[in-house]
Nanobody, 125 residues
Framework: VQLQASGGGLVQAGESLRLSCVASGRTFSDSNMGWFRQAPGEAREFVAG????????YYVDSVKGRFTISRDNAKNTVYLQMNSLKPEDTAVYYC???????????????????WGQGTLVTVSS
């Protein structure tokens, strides 16, 4: 089972990036999926999540209105569209999957069973 995150890079403030997370080895259509990020010296924090049951989405306040999480179950892929990027968005971004059929979407990284390797997003001012 593997989650492969990609799409990071170096951009200027105000620009956009789209991250992708492709799952292989099993389907995650019945799993809540999340994006987390970790800046140097900081704890890993929840950024966005999407529920398996109804595709409800959840965001940390600092990215609301700028980031959009979505999923394509046919492609076993989760996306994070990031617009109006700010220098404080600089971090390694990780995708993660919870176990199947968990009703509540968790913002706690310790609740997620599967993790991608991370993709670096650097936003210059």
């Amino acid at each position: 089972v593997q989650l492969q995150a990609s799409g990071g890079g170096l951009v200027q403030a105000g620009e956009s990036l789209r991250l992708s997370c492709v799952a292989s080895g099993r389907t995650f259509s019945d799993s809540n999926m999340g994006w987390f990020r970790q800046a140097p010296g900081e704890a890993r924090e929840f950024v966005a999540g999407i529920r398996w049951s109804d595709s409800s989405t959840y965001y940390v306040d600092s990215v609301k209105g700028r980031f959009t999480i979505s999923r394509d179950n046919a492609k076993n892929t989760v996306y994070l569209q990031m617009n109006s990027l700010k220098p404080e968005d600089t971090a390694v971004y990780y995708c993660a999957a919870d176990r199947d059929y968990v009703w509540s979407l968790s913002r706690d990284p310790g609740r997620y069973d599967y993790w991608g390797q991370g993709t670096l997003v650097t936003v210059s001012s």
